[in-house]
């Protein structure tokens, strides 16, 4: 039983590594998005005020 759940220990963590790896590609993806729109709103009123 110990010996099992040892082997499946690595495979877990692999897995949870390569979900935490993924979540944190996929949050700077939406942050640098969230900044080209906001850069680009601002330029919009910006010009539009001028």
């Known amino acids: 039983m110990l010996q099992k759940a040892r082997a499946a220990f690595p ?3 692999r897995e949870r590594a390569f979900e935490g790896a993924f979540f944190s590609v996929v949050l700077i ?5 969230v900044y080209f ?5 601002v330029r919009l009123f910006l010009w ?3």
Request: charged share 5%.
């Open 11 to 13: 495979t877990k963590l």
């Open 37 to 41: 729109i906001t850069l680009l709103l």
């Open 48 to 50: 539009f005020f001028a």
């Open 29 to 33: 993806a939406m942050a640098g998005w």
